[in-house]
């Protein structure tokens, strides 16, 4: 299982130096892979395209991309760009978002949200292929279009694949899903199950999961809660710590001393998960720098 880490691109807190600094260190202590959100700051698949030309082995990957505002064609040729420029080391990971952000926010129907992720991945996965996009849909219609990006190979797709039309979505057109408030139990059940009911027998499914390595893990799991309050109440996120058995994001979160983290991250790489993202919880002072140094002791044995 290869360890990566999240960074927030967001730019509450970060500059686009700051975002190149935490990808060139989670580089240097030998993790796998770095995954940037894409929420109201910088865009990610961008950030990651400069990060890609100040890196040079590093797997980057976004976690995720909203599709709406971005018709597939678009985001193709940007992701596609970004791979050429990383020298193939880009992983575009895409999803939904929520209906608080496209219909609240956007002004987007989000009424038919699966039918829409499978037009778009219509148009999307030839062109990610390095094939011509033909589709008549729905939400999209595309005719003969194709791509020209020299030095693009083909270019890894993963969704925010969390219920079951998504998850059989996954299976059937991307290489599989980005997960977020998934513990073990749903991980295993409900995922990787519905993945390989649906005919993918091998697929790439990456784990985010808030983690800390600490000893105050009470007042950690507090902190916690506070901060991610909102994954506790979006639909779709709700439903998986449903699944789980899970008052809220806190008590899925990976939270103690390094057996106690050891032993989780090697549950999901039993499980059949083959990324685990680590969303670092900077919960106290030489939080972060302590767990990014924990998980780097890590790689190559899970």
């Known amino acids: 299982m290869r ?51 100040e890196t040079q082995q590093i797997g980057l990957g976004t976690a995720v991309t909203p599709t709406y505002p971005r018709h597939p064609t678009a985001i193709a040729q940007q992701a596609l760009t970004t791979a050429a420029a990383t020298n193939n080391r880009f992983t575009l990971g895409i999803g939904l978002s929520h209906k608080l952000v496209i219909e609240d926010m956007l002004g987007m129907s989000y009424a038919k949200p699966a039918k829409h992720m499978r037009e778009y991945l219509s148009v999307l996965m030839p062109l990610a292929r390095g094939e011509q996009a033909n589709f008549q849909g729905e939400q999209y219609r595309v005719a003969g279009v194709a791509l020209d990006v020299p030095g693009a190979d083909r270019l890894p797709v993963v969704i925010a694949a969390l219920g079951p039309t998504m998850l059989k979505i996954a299976a059937e057109m991307t290489d599989g899903t980005n997960t977020w408030m998934v513990g073990p139990k749903t991980m295993e059940s409900h995922i990787l199950a519905s993945l390989h009911k649906a005919g993918q027998p091998d697929p790439q499914v990456v784990a985010g999961m808030p983690i800390v390595l600490t000893t105050n893990v009470d007042a950690a799991r507090e902190q916690i809660a506070q901060n991610l309050t909102i994954y506790g109440q979006l639909p779709s996120y709700r439903a998986m710590l449903d699944r789980e058995g899970a008052a809220g994001p806190a008590d899925i979160a990976i939270v103690g ?34 767990t990014l140094e924990f998980l780097a002791s890590t790689v190559g044995s899970t």
């Open 3 to 53: 360890i990566g880490v999240m960074i927030g691109a967001d730019g509450a807190s970060n500059t686009l130096d700051d975002v190149i600094g935490l990808a060139k260190q989670v580089e240097s202590v030998g993790l796998d892979n770095v995954w940037l959100a894409n929420i109201f700051g910088y865009d990610a698949i961008t950030t990651l395209a400069l990060v890609g030309r």
């Open 257 to 290: 001393d390094e057996n106690t983290l050891r032993g989780e991250i090697k549950r999901f790489a039993d499980l059949g998960v083959t990324d685990f993202n680590a969303a670092i919880m900077n919960v106290e002072d030489g939080a972060y720098e302590r």
